[in-house]
């Protein structure tokens, strides 16, 4: 018992400083970028090469996991690869060299997170704890370091490099500290991935998944922009993040009775709706401190989508495929959805602005959730049907 809980405060240790790496890098990358002279359309670029990566890597880095004899050991090199490239960035800024950077650093990186994921949820279903307090670690640790990385990059923004490497030489410390969680098609028959698309609700909630994060995909890459646009500063950016992250805990605290009672159907569509509204308030506002109260809602979409993804994941998909599926739903969500929001995205906005562009993702999120509340609908009465209809022939 008291092992139990050694490890259970190691994994909260782990994805407290695992989620002050996104901090520094998700935040502060586009304003290096910007504050070194580039155009929007070129950060969208920039910013949209590693979710293209992320579309070999992170398949890629799932079957290694579900195939190998520790997922473990996997975690362990993108640990040490993402690292040693981190230390890279600075050196140059040329645009090819950022490139090829930003490419390889991504290669490792992108599959650090579902895969710590993995091994998290699986070892928890062996001891029926709860992962809410510990992502809830990784809400805090994210808030904490925005505020931190927000000074260091109003003094010296190069500096954001330097932090990086710190925290993710510290987070893969704590990985030597988790249990070891074994592939479980090591040594078996191969379970093709292709599988994972035979569950229609599965595909369906990835789809709707994706559609909303191709707004939150822009958020990121442009928000740091139109926030100091507005005139906000690096440091008070922080504290707009700190306060987003933050905003996530209430939910956190209640996760698994929120999605017991309500469904990760109803939870996404929430989430959707209320996306839809925070685009469009940010469209409408003008200055920078009142964005502040706005990240409130944030608690209410990043955090839903992501939590009630990951445990539907680890609940339904075959245990061959746990970490495929994690890897497949954050490709989809966080890497496909975001060359989108990135990309598309920052060409749209050298031509309508960023402003504007908010207001389009707003009526693109409201239609999505109309659109996906209808097809859930329309799929829960064909299976009522369906049902009605076997037990009549039996």
Not at 20 to 47: E, Q, R
Not at 167 to 182: D, W
Not at 330 to 353: C, E, K, P, Q
């Amino acid at each position: 018992m008291e092992q139990t809980k050694k490890i259970y405060c190691f994994f909260i240790a782990f994805y407290a400083i695992l989620f002050m790496n996104n901090a520094i890098y998700g935040t502060f990358l586009p304003v290096y970028l910007d504050h070194i002279g580039y155009s929007k359309a070129s950060i969208g670029v920039l910013m949209s090469l590693g979710p293209f990566v992320a579309i070999i890597a992170q398949p890629f880095w799932g079957i290694v996991s579900d195939r190998s004899k520790s997922k473990n050991q996997v975690l362990k090199l993108l640990f040490i690869a993402s690292i040693l490239i981190m230390a890279l960035y600075p050196l140059s800024s040329n645009f090819y060299y950022l490139l090829v950077v930003i490419a390889i650093f991504t290669f490792f990186q992108t599959s650090i997170a579902p895969i710590s994921d993995t091994i998290t949820l699986e070892y928890l279903s062996t001891t029926r704890q709860k992962f809410g307090p510990i992502r809830m670690a990784g809400t805090i640790g994210f808030a904490i370091m925005s505020i931190i990385a927000g000074f260091f990059a109003q003094k010296y923004i190069k500096s954001i490099f330097t932090l990086n490497v710190l925290i993710m030489s510290l987070a893969f410390l704590t990985v030597l500290k988790l249990p070891v969680i074994q592939g479980h098609q090591f040594g078996k028959q191969r379970v093709s991935i292709i599988k994972l698309f035979s569950d229609k609700n599965l595909v369906a909630l990835m789809a709707l998944n994706f559609l909303v994060q191709v707004t939150l995909g822009f958020y990121y890459t442009y928000f740091p922009i139109y926030f100091k646009q507005l005139g906000g500063s690096s440091s008070l950016l922080g504290w707009a993040y700190f306060i987003s992250a933050i905003s996530e805990i209430p939910f956190l605290l209640y996760a698994d009775k929120i999605l017991q009672k309500v469904g990760t159907i109803k939870a996404l569509l929430f989430s959707t709706f209320v996306a839809s509204i925070r685009w469009f308030l940010t469209s409408i506002i003008t200055n920078a401190y009142i964005f502040l109260p706005l990240q409130l809602l944030h608690g209410l979409i990043f955090i839903v989508l992501y939590y009630s993804m990951a445990v539907y994941i680890n609940e339904e998909v075959p245990k061959e495929l746990k970490t495929s599926g994690q890897t497949i739903n954050n490709l989809i969500g966080m890497g496909i959805a975001r060359i989108t929001g990135s990309l598309v995205g920052g060409f749209l906005s050298d031509i309508y602005g960023i402003k504007n562009m908010f207001l389009y993702n707003s009526v693109m999120a409201f239609i999505t959730a109309l659109t996906f509340a209808y097809i859930f609908l329309a799929m829960k009465r064909r299976r009522t049907s369906e049902s009605f209809l076997n037990q009549e022939w039996h």
